[in-house]
């Protein structure tokens, strides 16, 4: 019986549109990526190309197929923009589950025999024929290693099949334990089953510990197999840990992952041990499938209510890495059963049982003895049928087949005697010697027997509390076909937002509303009947198993597509020995670093109790290793050192107090010198009229918005919701963001700077990179003098769009060119859409009531005023960088580039070649010495610069990125070594000398928190 032992893990109809044409990525795939402008719309066209492919009725409908595909046939300069689909073939896809889909047994000669499984992930990907499938997974059965293990392995590998063999106690902790114990019954709302013994809280840690073994072990196998360009489909939720793991040392790998069973709301996800740690992991897929949209719901809300992390409608955004989240139905292979029907063995046990239960209605169902099923649910609404309708009681039958199921589990135990006692206390009170109304079997059915019973039944009830999807429904309807039978179905079921047009939609828990629903069905009209089955079966015949898989693998390739167009213009990673270099080479150096999320580090230490996301965030502090390195630098004389941050002075006090480096405080209004307990107000901040205003507006929002609150800084004002609930934080700052544009302040001089989860209300023109030039101008005139000879300037930093300014300062352009806000008439314009647009899609900064005209990077896209994370168009549509711009050229996907611009400095003298927009602004004169008036006491750009974006994974102007705190403090200590320090002096105070860098990064990178370390 294909459905009745696995019906919940079964995929449902998905609402997200699938890029079909699995053309477009079967050829991008470790190729170049074809540009195009509108890829979201390609997509669709692809999607209707697949199925002009398909259609048998494709002559009728366009006259000659060939035709038809010329008509719709994207063209790009007289080229074909997608390939054909012919060559998909080439491509291999692999698919990751916990059992193979065949079971191997001994035959009487002694040698391994194969068999393959029934069900719906079998029957799905079995079809596929664009793809050379390879399946790895459990063989089922465990052997010491030896011939014996050999000779499976090698029957198995014959067939495409390769074995992941674990030993039984792993195993058994990781499938039954942590797997069938933990995860498939949260996932089913079923409550955490923890007694007040202590011991049950070890076995979860136990069982957890498992489940990563064997998590390890699949990825093992699956690096061995993997080939460049190959496809990693991970089945289930046995696996979620394994995406993390596979992108952890193939991070070009396409990996997707489908869960078929439901998931959870947040609320009840919330409740797992490990919540965090499966989510993370998942979230490393290029591609995240569900049943249906509820649980794709669901998902990323957890993801925003646990992670913090940002939910858009097309999946999971974190620093501007986009995992896609969608729905994908899945179905079965109807013609397996409609073929079946036609089958001898078939239409005699149809005749068998016509004749057997004539003169009767033949209600039945089919499930698994679980207590998801509800099958209590479902006798007792047919008890109070036949109490209330006693007509019936000998005119109809239910014939209920209750598959076994773990069997050895006192819960299914119990399940299983209470579920006797109702069936024989209904026989045996509306039961006769010639009739009972039930008959009830505690075994599995064959194919043929099945299918002869789907045939002559005349209402199918399908009552489960809670299912994935339920492929019961899809074999009851397709074996249908003549006699237009009727299906109850459950709300509850995934199979509900597929069917429901022509099923009857019931709520299992309310016996009352389904012994109406059974009245109803018994006593349904031939024609509505008939009606109700057209729909279904049309649903059932179209959305068929191998479409399904051809939907995911499609959607799969086109988001991997979409992601190489989204990294073309994130900025490349550092070469940190080549910067090293560089700076080894200079005579005056200077460092210029950001504060928050480039020398600070959210580090918990593993034996502390873990805390929630919004507690991690309050605790941050300074990574101990970048201030011990910036310690070390600061002795330098040749070395000048500024950190820069948008928060008060008294922060960077605190810890910075001892070290003999520059301070800028409130995106540098404020600067404390080295050695100085003073503070110097750079800006004059003008009138602070606003700021009453302005605080009264915060103040109420935070009465409205618990757990918001309100930083009074010098020059601006700020209201932070980043431990506030994320959707509801959203919501109340984009009111807020309508009550500053409308209220008193709309003519104040005032930009409105939108944050990641933050409001500012700062001075026009305050932003890092215009308060920078007035930082270099001061320090020239009140520092230890020689400013003037620097040649090498680092600058690093997590900045929003609107400061980072401060990028292109350093490469002699205007500081107030690349940040300004939106002006008067486009701020008036965005109030009329406020309401209709989401948060993330507003401006990052706003000028009310001013009208000045809005600056443009070189490149032709003002990313200040771009949603904070948004990337800018994709850089394969810009035109090709000037020659010998190895970082422009990187941004456009050349291998090497980092590499091979610091290579370049060596040669030219120039850490990193001029950017195309330096040189525009510069007149194509590089080494401009700026004015007295500019503020920049040296040359612009200077001998060796390089720019970097700090842990952001999105559109920049910098010129490199590093992935966070860890790695600045990585390129610290490299500097610091260049310089001649000694590895002992690099040491945070009160530690003892003899610890080394080495290890201090390895204890922190330690207490960073991994996989293995959660419990």
């Not at 997608?82 to 191997?104: E, H, M, T, Y």
């Not at 797997?179 to 079923?190: A, D, E, I, R």
């Not at 007040?196 to 690096?223: C, D, P, Y």
């Not at 406020?834 to 003002?862: C, H, V």
Request: aromatic fraction near 8%; proline fraction near 6%; charged fraction near 20%.
């Amino acid at each position: 019986m294909s459905s009745a032992g696995g019906a919940s893990e079964a995929p449902a109809d998905g609402t997200a549109v699938a890029a079909a044409a699995a053309a477009a990525a079967a050829a991008g795939v470790e190729g170049e990526v074809q540009p195009h402008a509108n890829v979201t719309a390609s997509r669709v066209s692809r999607l209707l190309m697949q199925r002009l492919r398909k259609s048998q009725s494709t002559t009728v409908l366009y006259g000659e197929p060939e035709s038809a595909l010329e008509q719709l046939s994207l063209h790009d300069g007289g080229n074909s923009f997608f390939p054909q689909l012919d060559g998909a073939g080439s491509q291999r896809l692999i698919v990751v589950a916990n059992r193979l889909p065949v079971s191997a047994y001994k035959d009487r000669s002694g040698r391994w025999q194969l068999q393959v499984s029934a069900g719906g992930l079998v029957s799905a990907l079995m079809g596929v024929g664009n793809f050379k499938t390879k399946w790895i997974g459990w063989p089922g059965v465990y052997i010491e290693a030896g011939p014996e293990r050999d000779e499976l392995t090698a029957a198995l590998h014959s067939e495409g099949y390769s074995p992941v063999y674990l030993d039984q106690k792993t195993c058994d902790l990781h499938y039954n334990g942590f797997c069938n114990s933990v995860l498939w019954q949260l996932f089913h709302y079923v409550p955490l089953n923890i007694d007040s013994k202590l011991s049950e809280t070890r076995m979860l840690q136990f069982q957890w510990g498992a489940h990563q073994l064997a998590n390890k072990i699949f990825a093992e196998v699956v690096l061995q197999h993997y080939q460049d360009g190959d496809i990693v489909w991970v089945q289930d939720y046995h696996l979620m840990l394994l995406p993390a793991i596979l992108k952890e040392t193939k991070p070009r790998m396409k990996v997707g992952f489908f869960l078929h069973t439901p998931f959870p709301s947040s609320e009840i996800y919330r409740t797992l041990p490990v919540r965090e740690e499966l989510l993370r992991s998942v979230l490393k897929a290029d591609l995240i499938g569900f049943h249906t949209y509820d649980y794709a719901r669901h998902f990323v809300s957890a993801c925003t209510r646990i992670l913090g992390l940002e939910g858009t409608p097309a999946g999971v955004e974190d620093n501007g890495s986009l995992t896609r989240v969608a729905a994908f139905p899945i179905g079965i292979d109807p013609d397996r059963f409609t073929e079946a029907l036609e089958m001898p063995e078939v239409k005699a046990n149809i005749a068998q049982l016509l004749n057997r239960y004539a003169g009767r209605k033949v209600m039945l169902g089919v499930d698994r003895l679980d207590m998801i099923k509800g099958i209590p649910q479902k006798l007792l609404a047919f008890e109070k049928f036949l109490e209330e309708h006693p007509e019936w009681r000998d005119k109809v039958l239910l014939v209920q087949i209750a598959v076994p199921s773990r069997t050895d589990v006192p819960e299914y135990q119990r399940l299983r005697s209470m579920v006797h006692e109702v069936v024989g206390r209904i026989n045996g009170q509306y039961g006769t010697l010639t009739h009972v109304p039930i008959y009830h079997l505690d075994r599995q059915l064959s194919f043929n027997e099945l299918v002869a019973l789907y045939a002559i039944t005349d209402v199918a009830l399908v009552t489960s509390l809670r299912d994935g999807m339920n492929l019961v429904s899809y074999e009851y309807v397709a074996c249908q076909r003549d006699n237009a039978g009727v299906l109850i179905l459950s709300e509850f079921a995934g199979a509900a937002q597929s069917l429901g047009a022509g099923a009857i939609l019931v709520n299992p828990w309310n016996i009352n509303d389904l012994s109406q629903a059974i009245e109803y069905a018994l006593m349904m009209s031939d024609a509505e009947r008939r009606e109700r089955h057209r729909q279904n079966y049309m649903h059932v015949t179209i959305h068929t198993a191998q479409t399904w898989a051809d939907t995911f693998i499609s959607e799969l390739n086109d988001t991997h597509v979409e992601a190489e167009l989204r990294t073309r213009n994130i900025p490349p990673a550092l070469d940190l020995e080549a910067a090293v270099g560089c700076y080894r080479r200079s005579r005056r150096r200077l460092l210029v670093l950001g504060y928050n999320a480039t020398l600070t580090t959210a580090v918990e230490a593993p034996w502390q109790p873990k805390k929630h996301f919004d507690q991690i965030q309050a605790l941050t502090r300074v990574n101990p290793a970048a201030y011990s390195c910036l310690a070390a630098l600061a002795q330098n004389p040749l070395v000048d050192i500024v950190v820069i941050s948008g928060g008060e002075k008294q922060r960077l006090e605190e810890v910075f107090s001892d070290l003999p480096i520059w301070l800028a405080a409130e995106n540098g209004a404020v600067v404390r010198p080295p050695g100085s307990k003073d503070w110097a107000t750079l800006m004059d901040a003008g009138s602070s009229e606003w700021k009453e205003s302005v605080q009264l507006v915060f103040e109420y929002f935070c009465e409205r918005t618990p757990r918001s609150f309100v930083e009074q800084r010098g020059t601006s004002l700020v209201w932070n919701y980043k431990y506030a609930d994320v959707e509801f934080g959203r919501i109340q700052a984009r009111d807020l963001l309508q009550h500053l544009l409308t209220g008193p302040i709309s003519n104040a001089p005032v930009d409105i700077v939108r944050g990641s989860k933050s409001v500012e209300v700062r001075p026009v023109g305050v932003s890092k990179g215009a308060l920078m030039e007035k930082i270099l101008g001061y320090m020239a005139e009140h520092g230890r003098g020689g400013v003037e000879q620097t040649e090498f300037v680092m600058v690093a930093g997590h900045f929003l769009a609107r400061d980072e300014n401060v990028f292109t300062l350093f490469e002699g352009g205007e500081p107030n060119s690349s940040g300004s806000a939106l002006s008067g008439p486009q701020a008036d314009t965005l109030l009329s859409t406020l309401f209709a647009q989401e948060l993330d899609q507003l401006p990052a900064s706003i000028t009310p009531g001013r009208t000045r005209s809005s600056g443009t990077s070189a490149s032709g896209t003002n990313l200040a005023a771009l949603p904070e994370g948004q990337p800018a168009a994709p850089a394969a549509l810009a035109p090709p960088p000037p020659p010998g711009d190895v970082a422009a050229a990187a941004r456009q996907g050349v291998p090497q580039a980092a590499a091979a611009a610091a290579a370049a400095a060596g040669e030219n003298g120039h850490g990193r070649p001029q950017r195309g927009a330096a040189a525009a602004r510069n007149g194509g004169q590089s080494g401009k010495v700026q004015g007295a008036g500019d503020g920049v006491p040296f040359k612009l750009p200077p001998k060796f610069l390089f720019t970097c974006t700090v842990g952001r994974s999105m559109a920049s102007k910098a010129s490199y990125s590093l992935s966070g705190s860890m790695e600045v403090a990585m390129l610290l200590h490299k500097m610091a070594l260049a310089d001649g320090i000694p590895t002992s002096q690099l040491h945070m105070p009160g530690m003892s000398t003899s610890a080394s860098f080495d290890d201090l990064l390895h204890q922190l990178m330690m207490a960073e928190g991994s996989l293995s370390s959660s419990l």
